[in-house]
Nanobody, 117 residues
Framework: QVQLVESGGELVQAGGSLRLSCAASGRAFSTYAVGWFRQAPGKEREFVAAISGTAGSTYYADSVKGRFAISRDNAQKTVYLQMNSLEREDTAVYYC??????????WGQGTQVTVSP
């Protein structure tokens, strides 16, 4: 079992930056891939970024490539999502999830990111 808690979401102006954190508890965290997903009002949840377990390979949605960066600190059992050049379209609830990409089994409760004009 893995428990995940997201933090770092807040209101930010367009063009600004935020760093989201996903803190995990439970065994074998380093073996899991961790992904970030988001869901905007009235839209389906979509993939944002993912990072593999030990190798640290990264994957990004086209919409965030070059603006977002995912990283992990296995010693701290934390995964980060650095978001730069934020756009209004990035407004959503952001979730982290753990599993074996593209299958994710454990999900956090989400953190709200709001980008104002």
């Amino acid at each position: 079992q893995v428990q995940l808690v997201e933090s770092g979401g807040e209101l930010v102006q367009a063009g600004g930056s935020l760093r989201l954190s996903c803190a995990a508890s439970g065994r074998a965290f380093s073996t899991y891939a961790v992904g970030w997903f988001r869901q905007a009002p009235g839209k389906e949840r979509e993939f944002v970024a993912a990072i593999s377990g030990t190798a640290g390979s990264t994957y990004y949605a086209d919409s965030v490539k070059g603006r977002f960066a995912i990283s992990r600190d296995n010693a701290q059992k934390t995964v980060y999502l650095q978001m730069n050049s934020l756009e209004r379209e990035d407004t959503a609830v952001y979730y982290c999830a753990a599993g074996y990409h593209p299958q994710y089994y454990y999900w956090g409760q989400g953190t709200q990111v709001t980008v104002s004009p």
